[in-house]
């Protein structure tokens, strides 16, 4: 078989999101594919949603339930083990793609013997194809044969999981599975996953449409996903352990856990958290430092995070207490500013 599109599938029912993503998936152009579409144990009609495509579409869709909510990455993993193509692709189920995405990736794909391909995608707001804010998910210089400045490159700015399509001998063939029970599942295993490709290419055109709401994985804050952010980048230290790349690419995963475990954490905290908890971020800055104490030298941090985040990361390391009223107080008056400018 040439394809497995893996699906994982929790309480997408409502506003006919599934049924969006599925109707886009039965009509691939691509010949010889299947769809492999897990149910993560909803609450709501997915299951049903799914039970119904299976039975219309039984050449290519498949329907697995699972009795125990895993997140997405136990349902992925779920997909993996039923997979049968010589090529694996993952797209979130309130997601959706051009006809024939799957086609012309695989071709440049087979064409170029990359065993990684990608491309663009477009954020909409909307159920429809019309194209929106088209995002470049890599960059025409990471392309072709890789070598250790484009494995560099990939690390630091790796694109979508989803929007690319790998050869099963990079996902399956190797026994690290997606962590189960958290969120960013993705950031954990992807460093792994890139540096096993050998060559990747990528189209610069928007294929895959990320469809932006309210309930989306990216739009939601709590304490838990926080944490689970946090976990995902500790596992993805374990990967680099285990696969021997840790020394290798050293400050680019130094940089990649800062961001992930600690600043993008730090910083979506405080918006979107309450009550705020000082010993949440307390533990968080120390074990930042336990991990990579001097993460605020490397050379990325330095040149891709903001002079204020920078400041703000240095007085949280210094003293939680100082942070948290130097954060309120700044975010106080600017935000006292905007409504005086409003009047």
């Known amino acids: 078989m040439k394809l497995s599109i893996i699906v994982p599938v929790y309480n997408m029912a409502a506003d006919h999101k599934l049924e969006y993503c599925l109707d886009s998936l039965v009509v691939q152009t691509i010949e010889d594919y299947e769809i492999i579409a897990v149910d993560d144990c909803s609450t709501d009609a997915s299951w049903e949603i799914l039970q119904a495509y299976a039975e219309k ?24 083990e039923a997979a049968r193509g010589e090529w694996i692709g993952f797209i979130d189920s309130d997601d959706w793609i051009t006809p024939d995405f799957y086609e012309r990736l695989i071709a440049r794909g087979e064409e170029t013997g990359a065993d990684m391909v990608g491309c663009d995608y477009s954020l909409t707001g909307e159920h429809s194809m019309k194209v929106g804010q088209v995002v470049r998910n890599n960059k025409p210089e990471q392309t072709g044969l890789l070598n250790e400045e484009k494995y560099r490159s990939l690390i630091l700015d790796s694109g979508s999981l989803v929007v690319k399509v790998y050869r099963r001998e990079i996902v399956i063939g190797h026994p690290s599975r997606f962590p189960t029970g958290i969120f960013y599942e993705d950031n954990a295993l992807a460093n792994s ?81 309450r009550p705020l908890r000082p010993g949440f971020i307390r533990r968080l800055g120390k074990e930042m430092l336990e991990t990579f104490p001097n993460f605020q030298r490397n050379p990325y941090y330095q040149e891709r995070v903001a ?5 703000l990361v240095r007085l949280q390391l210094a003293s939680t ?4 009223l130097y954060y309120k107080l700044l975010w106080g008056y600017r935000k006292l500013r905007k409504r005086l400018a409003n009047r």
Not at 60 to 78: D, E, L, P
Request: some cysteine; overall charge neutral.
């Open 193 to 273: 996953w890139m540096l096993r490709a050998r060559h990747f290419e990528y189209i610069q055109e928007p294929l895959y449409y990320y469809y932006q709401h309210d309930t989306s994985t990216v739009h939601t804050v709590d304490a838990r996903r926080c944490e689970d952010r946090m976990e995902a980048g500790r596992i993805m230290l374990r990967e680099a352990k285990e696969y021997g790349y840790f020394q290798q690419y050293y400050p680019e995963l130094e940089f990649t856990f800062a961001t992930l475990f600690y600043v993008n954490t730090l910083f979506t905290y405080m918006q979107g958290v």
């Open 57 to 80: 579409y039984p050449e290519c869709f498949r329907a697995i339930h699972s009795t125990v909510n895993q997140k997405q990455g136990g349902a992925k993993n779920i997909g993996m």
């Open 321 to 324: 207490v100082g942070f948290l």
């Open 307 to 311: 002079a204020e985040e920078k400041k």
